[in-house]
């Protein structure tokens, strides 16, 4: 008795074959909104966020290049999540946030580069089975709950990571 409040997540959806057609720009009645600006981001190839079993995500850290996470995420063949701060910089799209108002996700492994670990991001990952954190401050909260904490410029290793992971790749 009384109101309440019901949280769910769809599950996921079978794929089939979709035809994408955009729609005709239409008014909006009843509001002063005014379409600004359109930004067009790249799917990246990899996985579903939601599905991923691992994770590599970057954050403010990384000044507005993402290029060492979707490159260690292409070398391992696996998802890129970011921070709600960097989706709305613009810098990658929706799809990508992990958090409370992006995607719940609880891969197996997490990257986080780059990433201060504020609450909203923090609720979205955190089921993670390993975490593993990069980012120059030592304090941040991030590092209090992961697994493996690197100190270190995010890019940095992250190139070093993916490196490492090509050589050993090449025969």
């Known amino acids: 008795s009384g109101p309440a409040v019901v949280l769910a997540k769809p599950g996921p959806a079978e794929i089939s074959d979709v035809s994408i057609e955009p729609l005709p720009a239409v008014a909006v009645a009843g509001r002063d909104v005014e379409v600004l600006e359109r930004t067009e981001h790249p799917d990246d190839g990899g996985p579903a966020l939601a599905d991923a079993s691992t994770v590599v995500a970057g954050g403010r850290g990384l000044e507005g290049d993402l290029t060492p996470v979707r490159d260690l ?40 580069a780059g990433i201060s670990g504020a609450p909203h991001h923090r609720l979205g990952m955190q089921a993670a089975e390993v975490i593993v954190a990069i980012n120059t401050d030592a304090d941040a909260p991030i590092m209090e709950i992961a697994d493996f904490a690197v100190v270190g410029d995010a890019a940095a290793v992250l190139n070093q990571a993916t490196a490492a992971i090509a050589s050993r790749r090449t025969p």
């Open 73 to 112: 995420a292409a070398a391992l063949g696996v998802a890129v999540g970011a921070t709600r701060d960097i989706v709305e910089e613009g810098w990658i799209g929706h799809e990508s946030m992990v958090g409370q108002t992006g995607t719940m996700i609880s891969p197996r492994l997490y990257i986080g």
